[in-house]
């Protein structure tokens, strides 16, 4: 069985669910994973420039959920969730999803010096 790993605030180690399957999980994620997930994006997304389904959409890409996942949590196609996280990757001028948990791990390191919020920058207009 694979099982779900997402990264926690405290002590730099992934917390692991095994109880869920990748293959199935959806909105039955467990409570600390998603609360730790909802957590992170509510930090870095007014940062990012995010709307609402994006931070959504990066809340459950953090809680380790595949596209058909995320699908089933917040009840949208799979074509849907694609369409969202290519949006998003073009936002921030990145091509996947390391990528993108990058950009939140710098942003939750370093506010003022992640260097990808040039990107959001520049795509609202200022520089």
Known sequence: MTRSVAFGLAGNR????????????????????????GAVCARVAPVLGLSPRETQ?????????TEAGIAQALGISTHTVHTHLERLYRKLGIHSRTQLLLVVVNELA??????????????????
Do not use: E
């Open 14 to 37: 992934p917390h692991v669910c095994a109880k869920h399957d990748r293959r199935t999980a959806g909105a039955d994620l467990c409570g600390s994973t998603a609360q730790r997930a």
């Open 110 to 127: 370093d506010p003022a010096g992640c260097p990808f919020t040039s990107a959001a920058d520049a795509h609202s207009g200022d520089g």
């Open 57 to 65: 959409v990066l809340t459950c890409v953090l809680a380790g959920l």
